[in-house]
């Protein structure tokens, strides 16, 4: 980062704890073609705790809706939910811009417990 780069805002360490990024397992997947641009629509088990969560991700460049069943994913699960048109998305799937800006999820490199919360 530059010097002529703004930096971003501070946070505390009790900002950072109040996310909750878990990690879950893709369990169904259907195409969303009534979002504005193309998406996948997820439904994410993050185990007992949290249960079955249904999220809208903008995917299609890397990603088909077969391909993501059983995919260990990251999320914020506790944003409020969003209505995205006839679809209510109930946590946020992350990833990352490629080179294109094509969306990459964040997954861990290694099979993980689901529902393990990010440290």
Same mark, same amino acid.
Request: aromatic fraction near 10%; glycine fraction near 10%.
């Given at each position: 980062m530059s010097e002529a780069t703004e930096r971003p805002a501070q946070i505390t360490w009790d900002d950072f704890a109040a996310v909750e990024i878990r990690v879950g397992k893709v369990?169904?997947? *259907?195409?969303?073609? *009534?979002?504005? %641009?193309?998406?996948?629509?997820?439904?994410?088990?993050? $185990?007992? *705790?949290? $249960?079955? %969560?249904?999220s809208s991700a903008q995917?299609?460049?890397?990603?088909s809706a077969e391909t993501l069943v059983g995919k260990q994913v990251m999320a914020v699960v506790n944003f409020p939910p969003r209505q995205i048109g006839p679809f209510r998305s109930e946590v946020l799937?992350? $990833?990352?811009?490629?080179?294109? $800006?094509?969306v990459v999820l964040l997954t861990p490199d290694k099979p993980v417990p689901i529902g393990g919360r990010m440290y």
């Open positions: 369990i169904r997947t *259907e195409p969303f073609p *009534e979002a504005r %641009r193309p998406a996948i629509k997820l439904w994410i088990d993050f $185990g007992p *705790e949290i $249960g079955e %969560r249904k995917i299609t460049h890397h990603y799937v992350l $990833g990352l811009p490629d080179d294109q $800006g094509e």
